[in-house]
Each structure stands twice: as structure tokens, then as C-alpha cells.
Nanobody
Framework: QVQLVASAGGSVQSGGSLRLSCVAS????????MAWFRQAPGQEREGVSA???????SYADSVKGRFTISQESAKNTLYLQMSSLKPEDTAMYYC????????????????????WGQGTQVTVSS
């Protein structure tokens, strides 16, 4: 049984930092291939950052230079270090795994993932 369990998010002021984590278990296909997505109220779910089968990372333009995705394979854990947070980063954040296509052009597409975590709220106040 596949499980993705994300850590609690939090509330910070603009300019602050947060780190999200997601512990994965139960799947075998490309265990490295994982991603973070986010969804703000009234908006579509968008890809934030992902790691592909080669270990290459991708980021949405809106977070480049501020967010860093990483993995700790021994703990089956995915991280998202978020710095210089802005109010527009406020959203529910989800980790995802089990992509159908493990290429760069697909790894930030929400319809490309089989498995999803429960979501964790990040709120950034101005």
C-alpha cells in the first residue's frame, strides 16, 4: 500500500522560511521520482518542484532561487526547503510520487502522478 505522509506546514511572515517533508513507502517504480505541488483556493494545482529519474531537479519559475527540493534516500523522505516566502506562496502543498512519465517535460504536471500525500497548509502573511 502506497503512503505519502507530509509533515505539518505552518504560518510564517513574508521573508521567512519553512521546510516541508514527505515520507514515502509502498511503491517501487522510480522511488526517486517525486514532486511537490500546491493549490491555492480557487486555483488549479500547480507543480512547484520535482526530481526526475536522473536526479535532475525542476522548479516552477515562481519559486526558482527560493525553494530547494532534496531527498534522503535512506529515510525515503522528500524535502522542500522554502525561503524568502511571499504571501502568494500561501497554498495547500502536496507531495506526489509514481509518475507515469519520468521526463523533464512531464514531471511538473499534476496529471502525471499516481500517488498523493494528504496536503499540508502553508500560510505566509505580509
Amino acid at each position: 500500500q502506497v503512503q505519502l505522509v507530509a509533515s505539518a506546514g505552518g504560518s510564517v511572515q513574508s521573508g521567512g522560511s519553512l521546510r516541508l517533508s514527505c515520507v514515502a513507502s509502498g511503491f517501487t517504480s522510480c522511488t526517486r521520482c517525486m514532486a511537490w505541488f500546491r493549490q491555492a483556493p480557487g486555483q488549479e494545482r500547480e507543480g512547484v518542484s520535482a526530481i526526475d529519474s536522473d536526479g535532475t531537479t525542476s522548479y516552477a519559475d515562481s519559486v526558482k532561487g527560493r525553494f530547494t527540493i532534496s531527498q534522503e534516500s535512506a529515510k525515503n523522505t522528500l524535502y522542500l526547503q522554502m525561503s524568502s516566502l511571499k504571501p502568494e506562496d500561501t497554498a495547500m502543498y502536496y507531495c506526489a510520487a509514481g509518475p507515469y512519465i519520468v521526463r523533464q517535460w512531464a514531471i511538473l504536471r499534476s496529471d502525471n502522478y499516481r500517488y498523493w500525500g494528504q496536503g499540508t497548509q502553508v500560510t505566509v502573511s505580509s
